[in-house]
């Protein structure tokens, strides 16, 4: 199943993506920014999709600074993409 998701950006842009499922975390890039759907808010970081123990990872603000994020839930993630560079 294919899941895609539509945002509007502050200056009312539209910006599709067809998200990866979170059964695809581990082969994330930690040097690229991603999109994050989780309980039906976008969250925008980076990750390297380590999951731990209780069942979350983490998505930080920076690549150089994994100190500086927020753990979110695996089973509440709908799933992730990166993001497309701007042209």
Known sequence: ???TVTYKTKDGRLHRYKLKGTEELSGIS?????????NMEI???????EVDETGCFSI???P??????VDVPVN????????RERS
Do not use: D, N, Q
């Open 30 to 38: 930690r040097k690229r920014k991603a999109l994050f759907v989780v």
């Open 1 to 3: 199943m294919i899941t």
């Open 64 to 69: 150089e600074s994994p100190s500086m994020g």
């Open 76 to 83: 509440m993630t709908l799933g992730w993409a990166y993001l």
């Open 60 to 62: 930080w603000e920076k």
């Open 43 to 49: 969250f925008f970081g980076y990750s390297e999709g």
